[in-house]
């Protein structure tokens, strides 16, 4: 059984058709790369599987828990950063992590833990005192990673965990990303960003117009299309849709 499981999932918005039938299996302790152009359906996907999105049709899971039916108990296994996220500027780092583990169930002290070690994996603690409204918009992200990863979930799904973060940061998150599918945990990411997907992923899916077209590892999907990096072969796919 995969961490995630998702089957002829469809999602149909007025008269466009975001999901037309993903097949998509997520295997537990991958890091799973969520590759396709805008508008190919990634994000849609990662909102039906976090319950933000009603699907039209198909099946999908969470460590075998039916998301559709049961979305609130599959709901607990999963840490989510959207690719939009408002947060309250007026409080401080700390108190809105505290607030956001206290939400999840955790106590007060656990939290100031998780708090401390998880800031320390993405380069948080210098900023754990400060009104979030000051923070730059990549430290705004380490923000909401950090509340994502707080309740030690099993599954994280991020989209677009590296926007707005420099070299130095992207580094952070990509290591801190690693480091969680090395405890066993199953991370899976949208990103635009394929020297990301290439540094950290045991699994690569392109979604186009809805559908996978495309899944492997990075070295076998260069293999396989003869390319020198996932760039060039992004273009390939994406560009003939399979």
Request: proline fraction near 3%.
């Amino acid at each position: 059984m995969g961490a995630i499981e998702i089957k002829q999932l469809k999602k149909d918005y007025k008269d466009v058709q975001a999901l037309k039938g993903l097949d998509l299996v997520v295997e537990e302790g991958q890091v799973y790369g969520f590759c396709g152009p805008n508008g190919a359906g990634k994000s849609t996907t990662l909102k039906i599987l976090v319950g933000l999105v009603y699907a039209t049709g198909g099946e999908a899971s969470i460590k075998g828990i039916d998301v559709l039916n049961n979305g609130v108990e599959a709901r607990e296994h999963i840490g989510y950063l959207p690719e939009s996220y408002g947060m309250p500027g007026g409080d401080t780092v700390r108190k809105f992590l505290t607030y956001m583990g206290i939400l999840s169930g955790m106590s007060k002290e656990d939290v100031a833990k998780a708090i401390e070690a998880i800031s320390a994996e993405i380069n948080l603690t210098d900023n754990l005192d400060r009104k979030i409204k000051t923070l730059s918009k990549g430290n705004k992200q380490r923000v909401g990673i950090a509340q994502a990863m707080i309740h030690n979930p099993d599954i994280l799904l991020f989209d677009e965990p590296t926007t707005g973060l420099d070299p130095l940061g992207r580094n952070e998150v990509l290591d801190a990303m690693k480091a969680f599918a090395e405890k066993g945990k199953t991370v899976i990411f949208s990103t635009h960003i394929l020297s990301d997907v290439e540094k950290i992923c045991d699994t690569v899916g392109i979604i186009h117009e809805g559908l996978l077209i495309e899944q492997g590892s990075p070295e076998e999907l260069r293999q396989k299309h003869g390319s020198k990096d996932l760039d060039e072969v992004f273009l390939k796919v994406a560009s003939h849709g399979n």
